[in-house]
T-cell receptor
Framework: SQKIEQNSEALNIQEGKTATLTCNYT??????LQWYRQDPGRGPVFLLL?????KEKRKERLKVTFDTTLKQSLFHITASQPADSATYLC??????????FGPGTRLSVLP | GAVVSQHPSRVICKSGTSVKIECRSL??????MFWYRQFPKKSLMLMAT?????????EQGVEKDKFLINHASLTLSTLTVTSAHPEDSSFYIC????????????FGQGTRLTVV
């Protein structure tokens, strides 16, 4: 069965540093991979989508990579700020397939 | 971006009663909506896919008689937790995707259900 892992469960970094979050999946080959941000007590908010034929995608301070050979996506936040503190979820999927979310990484950016 | 509104945001009910949660797509039509449940510090668990004009598709292990889903229009899906018990207490979230292409999903604000 499909399995998604995000390591680690929690990540603490200093303000201004780059945060790197990892999403690994097994037992399937997604054509897309999405990243969402979730704040406590709120629904997730879409951040970025990357396709299998795209190696890298950027949006402002965010950068996502997608390595279909390693079955892994990396999510980077550069020049991190305390406001970036949240839980980040990855969702690898195929067209027409329901989303299955990873367990999430809780990021804390310390001032 | 597209807006999905979920109501209520919080509800407390007594054991044995039923609770209805509404999910509306405000600026787009959604033939399909999704209902998730989330336990503290855990990820979203897909409960069911709500299909406009037809029966919902439930994930394995989700009781369809317990969690009634109605998708009566292209902008509204409802989840009714029937005969609620304390173990049904959880955070329920709906989502919808505009258009036919399965791209980003837009989520409601979530509903915190507490059964006492």
């Amino acid at each position: 069965s499909q399995k998604i892992e995000q390591n680690s469960e929690a990540l603490n970094i200093q303000e201004g540093k780059t945060a790197t979050l990892t999403c690994n999946y097994t037992n399937y080959s997604p054509a897309y991979l999405q990243w969402y941000r979730q704040d406590p007590g709120r629904g997730p908010v879409f951040l970025l989508l990357i396709r299998e034929n795209e190696k890298e995608k950027r949006k402002e301070r965010l950068k996502v990579t997608f390595d279909t050979t390693l079955k892994q996506s990396l999510f980077h936040i550069t020049a991190s700020q305390p406001a970036d503190s949240a839980t980040y979820l990855c969702a690898p999927h195929n067209y027409g397939q329901n989303f299955v979310f990873g367990p999430g990484t809780r990021l804390s950016v310390l001032p | 971006g597209a807006v999905v509104s979920q109501h209520p945001s919080r509800v407390i009910c007594k054991s044995g009663t039923s609770v209805k949660i509404e999910c509306r797509s405000l600026d787009f039509q959604a033939t399909t909506m999704f209902w998730y449940r989330q336990f503290p510090k855990k990820s979203l668990m897909l409960m069911a896919t709500s299909n406009e004009g037809s029966k919902a598709t439930y994930e394995q292990g989700v009781e369809k008689d317990k969690f009634l889903i109605n998708h009566a229009s292209l902008t509204l899906s409802t989840l009714t937790v029937t005969s609620a018990h304390p173990e049904d207490s959880s955070f329920y979230i709906c989502s919808a995707t505009p258009g036919q292409m399965n791209t980003e999903a837009f989520f409601g604000q979530g509903t915190r259900l507490t059964v006492v």
